[in-house]
Antibody
Framework: QVTLRESGPALVKPTQTLTLTCTFS??????????VSWIRQPPGKALEWLAL???????YYSTSLKTRLTISKDTSKNQVVLKMTNMDPVDTATYYC???????????????WGQGNLVTVSS | EVVLTQSPATLSLSPGETATLSCRAS??????LAWYQQKPGQAPRLLIY???NRATGIPARFSGSGSGTDFTLTISSLEPEDFAVYFC??????????FGGGTKVEIK
């Protein structure tokens, strides 16, 4: 059974760095094809993909947020960490971690999601 | 970056009716499109992948079609639990995977 759970602060101040941790079970990031992505959703708005890290430690970032994001993994702990620097009120959103697999030269779809971590950016 | 445009933004229907949702891509993406359902306070759930394949456990009243730039999600005979927001997402061009803006299916 695959599960993911996000943890992190509910409130951050402008200019601070956000650190979110995704703790998962039911799969391993040392297994070929396994990957974890972060996606966010401002209240009442659409989904926005942020970053991905895969079993081979390849990392991909949203072009518009690339300079602010860092994704990393701890395979032994089954955790993926996302850091976002210089937080702004427009970054207020629910942040989801998701599982995604890589098959036949393509990343598939986001088949398992955490419940989300609502982050509010306010002074 | 592939832009996905969903229409309509809101669909007002009664239980038992059929919902037809559209997703249009800014460039051809073959059949590399998925649909997700999101209920209030919940994470999205994968419904349809590769345009027409139902994910595990998804009822047969959900069906997807399309290829290239035009895609459709059809929900036959709406059940009360189907009233939700639906997003499409493409995986043809990575990165980034992109999502549509969503269609809300509400009770009329």
């Amino acid at each position: 059974q695959v599960t993911l759970r996000e943890s992190g602060p509910a409130l951050v101040k402008p200019t601070q760095t956000l650190t979110l941790t995704c703790t998962f079970s039911g799969f391993s990031l040392s297994t070929n094809g396994m990957s974890v992505s972060w996606i966010r959703q401002p209240p009442g708005k659409a989904l926005e993909w942020l970053a991905l890290i895969d079993w081979d430690d390849d990392k991909y970032y949203s072009t518009s947020l690339k300079t602010r994001l860092t994704i990393s993994k701890d395979t032994s702990k089954n955790q993926v960490v996302l850091k976002m620097t210089n937080m702004d009120p427009v970054d207020t959103a629910t942040y989801y971690c998701t599982r995604i697999t890589y098959n036949n030269g393509f990343y598939d779809y986001f088949d398992y999601w955490g419940q989300g971590n609502l982050v509010t950016v306010s002074s | 970056e592939v832009v996905l445009t969903q229409s309509p933004a809101t669909l007002s229907l009664s239980p038992g009716e059929t919902a037809t949702l559209s997703c249009r891509a800014s460039q051809p993406i073959s059949n590399y499109l998925a649909w997700y359902q999101q209920k209030p306070g919940q994470a999205p759930r994968l419904l349809i992948y590769d345009a027409s394949n139902r994910a595990t456990g998804i009822p047969a009243r959900f069906s997807g079609s399309g290829s290239g730039t035009d895609f459709t999600l059809t929900i036959s005979s709406l059940e009360p639990e189907d009233f939700a927001v639906y997003f499409c997402q493409q995986r043809a061009n990575w990165p980034p995977p992109t999502f549509g803006g969503g269609t809300k299916v509400e009770i009329k």
